[in-house]
């Protein structure tokens, strides 16, 4: 085993060690029967006894908490282990919700779902980060409100006093923040002029003025300096310096906008209508992780051996590849010339599947190797939300999730397997890689389509000397 399937199997152990050590805690604890009466805050008393279980959601893992409740007829429940461990109201540990608040207040919640599930063994949905942070929030009022405001100490006499004023000279500001009697000059002020700075107005930031007629731009990596450039009407001379290592075009834009204006008025823009669906089609959202697979080899091999033999081991390969699927509780959706669509109702089945996909192709492999061929197998998977839709009984998947898992399958190599964060960070599929002697390499990438940049882990089974595995 490598120094790095070491570091990232003790990193999973040492997180269920700790959330063991916290679960044996609490049982110690447990149940939290009183001896006394029990007696809530208006002084009812709670006499009948249920044992009741909750569960606990921390940064090592889930844990569960089984304690005393005590109710009475119409009255809620009162559990005094809750308060004695001071448990929060809702699933999620004190620590978990800090962590939670901390990322929240710089990312987005999609970025703190990712984030909370990559760096502790908790999973938090993008609802519940959402109505955490909510919840997080709602106290900056009453804080401020509580807090007792500051009085002047009265003194016996006074000298003379210093008085400071300040002013933010040549600040833009909206007219919004504006006070009613500066908001009303500058209404009242003659408007700006058009082509070069009214009377008093100030140069904005990080321009250039161009008296001269003459105007000179940099072109950097990111930008494009200055920013900003106001020139007088006439003729002007534009000259452009590229600070870039490779070729970079510029692209100059003169915007007319009452000719603008003039165009959409004369040439509206029209919509059409949604397709109406069809009445027998049925629709769902449900959550699932999908895989596909390609099969890399496989056009050079129709090339050199004809059309029926080619055909044969391809069929042989779908017989492999369903099997596997089959055999860990998914689903082949549909085929796509050498390639399968496949459905799993957990990221640790479809991890399975594709692990005994890739076992049961060396075999496959060795055969045609010994001819001086081979097909080199790719796997791809991704968890999310997808829209299935049944229609004239055929079932069928869309949406985003099904785009970045076809995606994440195009990054694979032959014999890689490719998962995003979101299944490689599942219960028991880091484990279930390293069982197999796969290595992990994580490279953020931009996936054609998608918006926002991805995680995603390359695995590859560990090449020893000699060609074995």
């Not at 429940?77 to 699933?91: F, V």
């Not at 099997?323 to 549909?334: L, P, Q």
């Amino acid at each position: 085993m490598t120094h790095s399937a070491l570091e990232q199997l003790l990193e999973a152990e040492g997180r269920e060690l700790l959330r063991r050590l916290l679960q044996a805690h609490l049982a110690e604890r447990m149940p939290g029967t009183v001896t006394g009466a029990v007696r809530d805050a208006a002084g009812q008393a709670h006499t009948h006894q249920r044992t009741q279980r909750r569960g606990l959601e921390s940064v090592f893992g889930t844990v569960e908490v089984i304690r005393t409740g005590y109710s009475g007829r119409g009255l809620e429940s009162l559990h005094p282990l809750d308060a004695e461990l001071n448990l929060p109201a809702e699933r999620y540990s004190h620590t978990l919700r800090r962590r939670a608040a901390e990322l929240g207040a710089a990312q987005s919640f999609d970025a703190v779902a990712v984030r909370l599930q990559r760096d502790t063994a908790a999973r938090v949905p993008k609802r519940q980060v959402a109505q955490l942070l909510t919840r997080a929030a709602t106290d900056f009022d009453a804080f401020y409100q509580g807090r007792p405001p500051a009085t002047v100490p009265e003194v016996g006499a006074t000298g003379e006093i210093l008085v400071l004023s300040s002013d933010g000279k040549g600040v833009p500001l909206l007219k919004a923040d504006l006070r009613d009697v500066t908001r009303e000059a500058a209404a009242a002020r003659q408007p700006r002029l058009r082509h070069r700075r009214s009377k008093g107005e100030k140069p904005c930031t990080n321009t250039q003025s161009a008296t001269a007629q003459s105007l000179s731009l940099s072109v950097l990596p990111h930008s494009l300096t200055p920013k900003e450039v106001m020139i007088d009407a006439g003729d002007v001379t534009i000259n452009v310096r590229n600070l870039c290592k490779t070729n970079t075009g510029v692209i100059h834009v003169l915007t007319d906008l009452p000719r603008l204006r003039r165009i959409l008025q004369e040439h509206p823009s029209t919509f059409r209508p949604f397709q109406t669906l069809k009445p027998d089609l049925k629709l769902r959202l449900r959550s699932l992780t999908l895989l596909f697979t390609d099969l890399k080899g496989s056009t050079a091999l129709y090339d050199q051996t004809g059309d029926v033999f080619a055909y044969n081991l391809v069929q042989e390969h779908y017989k492999i590849l369903t099997e596997s699927v089959r055999e860990n509780a998914g689903a082949v959706i549909k085929t796509m010339g050498d390639a399968i669509m496949a459905t799993f109702s957990s990221p640790l089945d479809g991890v399975k599947a594709a692990l005994e996909m890739m076992d049961k192709m060396g075999p496959f492999n060795s055969r045609l190797r010994q001819e001086n061929r081979a097909l080199g197998l790719k796997i791809g998977l991704h968890e999310g939300a997808a829209l299935a839709v049944n229609a004239e009984d055929r079932l069928d998947y869309f949406g985003q999730t099904v785009n970045i898992a076809a995606r994440v399958q195009a990054l694979a190599q032959a014999h890689e397997i490719c998962v995003t964060e979101q299944v490689f960070q599942a219960d028991g599929v880091r484990r279930a890689f390293a069982d197999k002697g796969y290595q992990e390499e994580s490279r953020l990438v931009s996936l054609k389509g998608v918006g926002q940049p991805a995680n995603v882990c390359q695995l590859r089974k560990h090449q020893l000397k000699g060609g074995t595995t």
